[in-house]
């Protein structure tokens, strides 16, 4: 039998890496995206390897449209059937309030946080519904909870990106759902991850730790979780969904 393949992008650290490594319990072949880190996107490919399952890397950069294209074709040599793909990779800028925004800076964020969720979902349905000869699949976009909160001061492009894939989510869910295939997200907030270090705040969840109705940030594997159940034939009747890790923000 052909084997399912799941495909998380930047899976090289954070919650990307903590969804492949326990998506990969799951008898799933795993396909780690990422970016610039290759020799971190290894190490989660031995970690998987070492635990019984199997995977590989294959470097994108999902800015860029040919990238997602030639990222897809190399998915398409292995033997088995892509059925799940992660939208997570995602990026943001220095933290800064609305004045200091430039057009580049915005676009840089709405190409990796939009446009490529957007090409990857194509590259994805193209291969996984009923109507091209698939089986059918699961997509969950990583959106945040910015996209309800928004971000005031800190990164309202990357807030409005997120809002953005909330409405992909709900759109491309509806598109797709008389083609078995579930599109769903999740909204993480406040988890510990480098990206707070890319925003220059390293320690910024500790600092919003007391405004947390749960009063502490959360774990990759805690957003891990829901995403994989997502996933899964456990969530067999939930498309179009979001489920919101913000320790209760
Ligand atoms: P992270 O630790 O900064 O990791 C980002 C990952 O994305 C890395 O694997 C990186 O790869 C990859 N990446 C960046 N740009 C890429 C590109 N152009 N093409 C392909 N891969 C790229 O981030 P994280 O905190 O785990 O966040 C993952 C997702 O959760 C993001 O969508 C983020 O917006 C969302 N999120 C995070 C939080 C949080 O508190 N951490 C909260 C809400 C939402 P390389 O390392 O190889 O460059």
Known sequence: MKKNIAL???????????TAKLLAQQDLYIVVNYHKNKAAALNIVQHIIKHGGSAEIIQADISQELDIIKLFEKIDKIDGNLTK?????GILFEQSTIEDLTASRINKVLTTNITGYILCCKEAVKRMAIKYGGTGGAIVNVSSAASRLGAPGEYIDYAAS?????????GLSLEVADQNIRVNGVRPGFIF?????DGGEAE??????PNIPMKRGGQPEEVAQAIVWLLSDKA???????????GGK
């Not at 067999?236 to 913000?246: F, K, M, P, Q």
């Open 204 to 209: 910024r969840v500790q600092r919003l730790s």
């Open 162 to 170: 997120k809002g953005a894939v909330d409405t992909l989510t709900k």
């Open 236 to 246: 067999s009747y939930v498309t179009g969904s979001h489920i919101d890790l913000a």
């Open 193 to 197: 991850t480098d990206m707070h270090a």
């Open 8 to 18: 998380i992008t930047g899976a090289s650290r954070g919650i990307g890496a903590a």
């Open 85 to 89: 793909l992660v939208n997570n990779a």
